[in-house]
């Protein structure tokens, strides 16, 4: 990039000293030079000042507005430096430094037509001039580019379009439309930080850039902020009435908001079965909304859990972890379920991975619970072999054995098969021992409380509880037949 200061000929001095005052001119003179031994060592902030100050003494010569123009090529501030090098062939139509500055801010900035544009007047003026051969280069890659991140973002192939911008920057760095055009592409891809970091910067800039408070909005969306998210797509437009972005937007952020409020009123008046219908109405709206989406599904978990609907419950708890894995909510939602479900190791492992977001004392004592019932449900299930449940009464427990011990004695299934037999001698002996130890205090609060009973084993004689509890009962004895 040729950014040297540029040298005033005898003629254009000769101009100055007939024009401007000779204490003006060689006051300017001074400041022109002493920016260009600053300029030199590359302090181009102090060289700034004194070309500043050398137009201010000569605001009519184009060679100081080239010079101010290169100072703020290297600061980076390439729209100033395409003022000043449009104001220099203002001054002067034949400057052709002036061209050559236009067309590599506007090359910078990714105005290609304007490129082009400089690009032709300088070759007008000198048609054999090799001084923007690259930027042609440029230009003719750039629209390549454009082309190409057209169908990849028609396709949604959002990271194609993403490695093209970056392409499309190396030549334009402050190409604003690039910037956000990759920008958005980043939030459609769910890197919203990198997106939004990118808006803001431009906002602070250039706060009418509707561009920027688009992406700014979607940005907003994603993160679940929809309200906001309303407030910027409606500044958009505001800005820009026929950006149409932010029209298709604002009608899904409408849409999902009033989805996903519609569910949270019905859930408060104890509608669950109408509040579930809202929220998968509401999931239907953007697949790509993971922030918003992991919660309606932690939502609607909990609406099937109200509605005594387990595995759904299950179901949506894993949609939600999918998306957002410490989601606490959504972990002890699904460790509940599996224990409700008799699912013990499952719930275990779930309040495992709570713990591991959240060490709380609730927690530590969720989970110490859920290895207890993972631990009981290793064992016989007495309750379940006699057929009562944890709360049945002596009264009941007595009727359950005398039930279940007549149904499985041996001397009832003399005339069975081999395999039968052994089979009834099983359930036979299983039934005692589930007696023996929930018709014993003692025995059953061990048991309840997840400690093994010792003389339930394959010592047990099940025949003589048969016999002590049919022929002993209040102290007498009676008799029956199978």
């Known amino acids: 990039m040729d950014n040297s200061p540029i040298v005033i000929t005898d003629d254009e001095e000769a101009q100055m000293d007939e024009i401007l005052p000779k204490d003006n001119l060689s006051l300017a003179e001074k400041k022109k030079d002493q920016g260009n031994e600053f300029y030199k060592v590359k302090n181009y902030t102090a060289a700034l000042k004194l070309y500043s100050d050398a137009i201010a003494l000569c605001p009519d ?3 100081f507005f080239g010079n101010r123009a290169a100072c703020y090529m290297m600061l980076g501030d390439y729209k100033q430096a395409l003022r000043d090098a449009r104001q220099s062939i203002d001054l002067d139509s034949s400057f052709e430094k002036g061209f050559i500055r236009i067309a590599k801010c506007c090359l910078m900035l990714g105005d290609l037509v304007g490129t082009e544009q400089a690009i032709k007047a300088l070759y007008n003026l000198d048609q054999r001039s090799t001084a923007l051969n690259a930027e042609v280069q440029s230009v003719r890659q750039l629209r390549e580019i454009e082309a190409k991140s057209v169908v990849s973002y028609e396709k949604k192939d959002y990271r194609t ?8 920057l190396k030549m334009a760095p402050a190409c604003q439309r690039y910037r956000l055009l990759k920008a958005e592409c980043l939030a459609l891809l769910g890197r919203v930080e990198e997106a939004n970091d990118i808006a803001v910067s431009v906002m602070k800039t250039d706060s009418t850039a509707a561009d920027a408070v688009f992406v700014r909005g979607l940005c907003l969306y994603y993160l679940d902020n929809l309200d906001k998210c309303l407030i910027h797509f409606q500044q958009t437009l505001s800005l820009d009435p026929d950006h149409q972005k932010a029209k298709m937007w ?3 952020s409408r849409n999902l908001k009033t989805c996903k409020d519609n569910g949270n009123a019905l859930f408060k008046e104890g509608k669950f079965r109408d509040a579930l219908n809202a929220y998968t109405e509401a ?3 953007d697949e790509n909304n993971k922030e918003v ?8 978990a909990l609406m099937s859990y109200k509605l005594d609907q387990k595995k759904d419950t299950v ?3 894993n949609a939600a972890l999918n998306i957002k894995g410490d989601y606490l909510k959504a972990i002890l939602l699904r460790a509940k379920c599996h224990t409700e479900l008799e699912e013990f190791d499952e719930a275990v492992r779930d309040y495992e991975q709570a713990l ?3 060490k709380t004392q609730e927690i530590k004592g969720l989970l110490r ?8 449900s290793k064992r016989k299930d007495y309750y379940k072999i006699l057929g009562v449940n944890k709360n049945a009464t002596d009264d009941e427990i007595k009727k359950a054995y005398r039930k279940r011990a007549l149904i499985h004695h041996p001397d009832r299934h003399a005339n069975s098969t081999d395999d039968e037999k052994k089979e009834q001698e099983k359930k036979f002996k299983e039934v005692g021992q589930a007696y023996s130890v929930l018709s014993d205090p003692q025995k059953k609060a061990r048991y309840d409380n997840g400690h093994d009973i010792e003389d339930s084993g394959a010592d047990f004689d099940p025949s003589e509880a048969f016999q002590r509890f049919f022929f002993t009962t209040n102290g007498g004895s009676f008799n029956f037949t199978f």
Do not use: G
């Not at 989406?293 to 609607?300: A, D, Q």
């Open 61 to 63: 010569l184009p060679a």
């Open 161 to 168: 379009t993403v490695y093209q911008m970056d392409s499309a």
């Open 250 to 252: 604002r009608l899904k």
């Open 283 to 285: 999931l239907q709206i």
């Open 293 to 300: 989406n992991s919660k309606i599904f932690y939502n609607r």
């Open 315 to 317: 179901r949506d708890c």
């Open 356 to 358: 591991k977001v959240e």
């Open 369 to 376: 619970d859920a290895k207890l019932a993972l631990k009981k």
